[in-house]
């Protein structure tokens, strides 16, 4: 399983970015597909996941009416629409991959590289 994430960077507060992760090496119809966080001196969290199959979905409350996850069956990609970005956003981004029905870090055994979102004041 191969997870790539691109279209981090650095954005106003107030603004949005819309992060990508291809996912490849693998059927995903009976996955769940992670967005995880994590910030300079913090855990990781999970903010959005999505259930590859039925696209059911569960953010945590600090995001949940600003971020977006979705996914596009055709191309095995999954995207997080992150809109109206604050500086406690900022962090690495990570998308993840379980077999599992689940918002645990340790169950989620595929991960991409990050990509880097920053929010400036």
């Known amino acids: 399983v191969q997870l790539v994430e691109s279209g981090g960077g650095l954005v106003q507060a107030g603004g949005f970015l819309r992060p990508a992760c291809a996912a490849s090496?693998?059927?995903?119809?009976?996955?769940?597909m992670g967005w995880f966080r994590q910030a300079p001196g913090k855990e990781r969290e999970c903010v959005a996941r999505?259930?590859?199959?039925?696209?059911?979905?569960y953010y945590t409350d600090s995001v949940k009416g600003r971020f977006t996850i979705s996914r596009d069956i055709a191309t095995n990609t999954v995207y997080l629409q992150m809109d109206s970005l604050k500086p406690e956003d900022t962090a690495v981004y990570y998308c993840?991959?379980?077999?599992?029905?689940?918002?645990?870090?340790?169950?989620?055994?595929?991960w991409g590289q990050g990509t880097q979102v920053t929010v400036s004041s």
């Open positions: 090496g693998r059927t995903f119809n009976t996955y769940t």
């Open positions: 993840a991959a379980s077999r599992l029905f689940t918002s645990v870090q340790g169950n989620f055994p595929y």
């Open positions: 999505i259930t590859w199959n039925s696209g059911a979905t």
